[in-house]
Structure formats: structure tokens, C-alpha cells
Nanobody, 122 residues
Framework: QVQLVESGGGLVQPGGSLRLSCAAS????????MGWYRQAPGKQRELIAA????????HYADSVQGRFTIARDSAKNTMFLQMNSLKPEDTAVYYC???????????????WGQGTQVTVSS
């Protein structure tokens, strides 16, 4: 079993920055993918950033490209989302996600953080 715990959300003015963190705990074998999603009120959850450790490839949604950056601290089993130049339309609940295998099997399972609120407003 793997648990993801998020932190770092809050209220910020337009143009400001926030750094979200997602700490993983439990029995972790291989992390196939990791990423960040967000869901605004009345809208569908969308993928905004993803990273594949095995290849080093990263992907960003057009809406956040150039402003958001995904990072990872392997030693602490933590990933981050650095958000700069925030806009009101970035207001949403942000969720971290990882596809992770256990120690005894290569099969990956989806795990989600509990979500953290980001509000961009003056």
C-alpha cells in the first residue's frame, strides 16, 4: 500500500508563486509515472504535468507550460510542483498522482493524493 500526502496549497495573488509537495510512503517498488492534476469547480479533472522516471520525459499542459515545473527528490520520496506567474484561472484543487508497483510484483497501481486547494485572487 502506498499513500500520497499533499501540502503547499493556499491563497496567492495573481502573478505570485506556490510550491506544492507530494510525499509518498509505503512499499514502493517502481514508480512508472508521476504527475499533477487539477480540478476547478464545475470542470473535469485535467492532467497538467507528468514525469516518467524511467525515461526522464516530462509533459506539461499548454495552459501551464513555461509557468509550472515538476521536480522530484528521490531520497525523500517527494515530488514537487513549482507554480509561477499564477493566474486566477489556475484556481482549483490540485492532486498528485503516481503509478507505482509494489516490491514483489511489477504491476503498477494508481495512487492519488488527498488534494490541496490553490486559490489565485487579489
Amino acid at each position: 500500500q502506498v499513500q500520497l500526502v499533499e501540502s503547499g496549497g493556499g491563497l496567492v495573488q495573481p502573478g505570485g508563486s506556490l510550491r506544492l509537495s507530494c510525499a509518498a510512503s509505503g512499499s514502493i517498488g517502481t514508480i512508472y509515472t508521476m504527475g499533477w492534476y487539477r480540478q476547478a469547480p464545475g470542470k473535469q479533472r485535467e492532467l497538467i504535468a507528468a514525469f516518467t522516471p524511467g525515461t526522464g520525459n516530462s509533459h506539461y499542459a499548454d495552459s501551464v507550460q513555461g509557468r509550472f515545473t515538476i521536480a522530484r527528490d528521490s531520497a525523500k520520496n517527494t515530488m514537487f510542483l513549482q507554480m509561477n506567474s499564477l493566474k486566477p484561472e489556475d484556481t482549483a484543487v490540485y492532486y498528485c498522482h503516481a503509478a507505482v508497483s509494489g516490491i514483489m510484483s511489477p504491476i503498477g497501481f494508481d495512487y492519488w493524493g488527498q488534494g490541496t486547494q490553490v486559490t489565485v485572487s487579489s
